[in-house]
């Protein structure tokens, strides 16, 4: 099974900060890799597939980059509704493993 | 507009057997690869087994649920299937059935149910 790891796992950020998350595979997995964000009592949610391809309907804000085994999500003005966990998801190889998470709470 | 509505989730005692059950609506069904995905209180996300449109394919089940869940699928009912046997503690959590973005795996998951929570306890 792919290993994802991220990090921080956990920070605190002011609204309008910009903020960058990382996510990385045990070995390469090209492109093959999703974020999903998560608020409290909801199921996940599809921001960013392929590394860097926005889902449709998420706002422009949220980016991603990277390829191999080092992934980056960004947010570049951090709203209020933003506060929330993401996730990493490699779609390289089944079992689809998920990095533990990145929670993103108000400083 | 896609739907996904998990149902089936409950108490068991340890050894037993539940079936989930989640009700597709608003895209062609059979064209989509699925997947069920657990979250334990307060962890992570954990993919737990996958199935292709056709159902024709089944993808490699997560370890911990080897030889105890089936993943299986309808495509004349719309509904996708969870069967949990020999239910351990460690099963407690929100399972998801997730729609994925093409019809066979692996790939993205698209659209997401509300999720259905099993409690293993006795």
């Known amino acids: 099974d792919i290993q994802m790891t991220q990090s921080p796992s956990s920070l605190s950020a002011s609204v309008g900060d910009r903020v960058t998350l990382t996510c990385r595979a045990g070995?390469?997995?090209?492109?093959?890799l999703n974020w999903y964000q998560q608020r409290p009592g909801e199921a996940p949610k599809l921001l960013i597939y392929?590394?860097?391809s926005l889902q449709s309907g998420v706002p422009s804000r949220f980016s991603g980059s990277g390829s191999g085994t080092d992934f980056t999500l960004t947010v570049s003005s951090l709203q209020p509704e933003d506060f929330a966990t993401y996730f990493c998801?490699?779609?390289?190889?089944?079992?689809?493993?998920f990095g533990q998470g990145t929670k993103v709470e108000i400083k | 507009e896609v739907q996904l509505l998990e149902s089936g989730g409950g108490l068991v005692q340890p050894g037993g057997s539940l079936r989930l059950s989640c009700a597709a609506s608003g895209f062609t069904f059979s064209a989509y690869a699925m997947s069920w995905v657990r979250q334990a209180p307060g962890k992570g996300l954990e993919w737990v087994s996958g199935?292709?449109?056709?159902?024709?394919?089944?993808?490699q089940d997560t370890d911990s649920v080897k030889g105890r869940f089936i993943i299986s699928r309808d495509n004349s009912k719309n509904t996708l299937y969870l069967q949990m046997n020999s239910l351990r503690v460690e099963d407690t959590a929100v399972y998801y059935c997730?729609?994925?973005?093409?019809?066979?795996?692996?790939?993205?998951?698209?659209?997401w149910g509300q999720g259905t929570l099993v409690t293993v306890s006795s």
């Open positions: 998801q490699q779609s390289y190889s089944t079992p689809q493993t």
């Open positions: 199935i292709s449109g056709s159902g024709g394919s089944l993808y």
């Open positions: 392929a590394a860097s």
């Open positions: 070995q390469r997995i090209d492109t093959y």
């Open positions: 997730a729609k994925a973005a093409r019809r066979a795996l692996p790939g993205h998951f698209d659209n």
